[in-house]
């Protein structure tokens, strides 16, 4: 079972299985996805550059000429796929994860006013990288299902034995520098999601175990 837990570690949040609906891990898991939401929500109003999965879906979505919302869906599914020889499964998580995310994004879109000054643009930028991060340390740690990127990560983390800052921050680089070539658009913004999100993610988890090892 330790190897199970290398990466994630288990918390008193937990939960005993990917399906079982328990309080505590309920709460952890619609709290940290609903933060994921806004952090992905202050990024883009930020007006700095997107997140490089989206830029990787701007980029072939240029060169198909097919819509990116429906990209962005291709590839989700395609990154799923992925999980086959990773031996990855999904769960509540998972589900709750495409319904959360996106539901928050779009609140935080519409109902957060967008920043008109450059230094107000790099604050929503780097606030939403910070909790994005920490945010994702906690929903991937109740052990319930990874979203399609997430688990990716997830699983080549426990496949080559990698820290998870380094794998994330391999697979934001190769996408952003993928959709880059294909004419996706990258800002600043996008940048430092790119190098700062694996950095985020790996304090965060650190500081877990710590507290999970006392």
Known sequence: MKKDFRVL??????????????????????????????????????GLGSSPWTVFAQGIAIQTHISIGWVSLIISISVMLLWIPLKLKAGFGTLLNILFVALFLGLTAALVPAPTELISQFIYAITGIIILGIATVFYLTIHQGAGPRDGLMVGLCYKFRWKVGIVRTILEVTVCSLGYLLGGTVGIGTLLFAFGIGFVIQITLNIIIKLHQN
Request: hydrophobic residues 60%; charged residues 15%.
């Open 9 to 46: 570690p288990r918390t008193i949040w937990t939960a005993k299985s990917l399906w079982k609906i328990e309080l505590i891990p309920l709460i952890v898991l619609t709290i940290a996805l609903s933060v994921l939401g806004i952090g992905e929500g202050l990024l883009l109003l930020s």
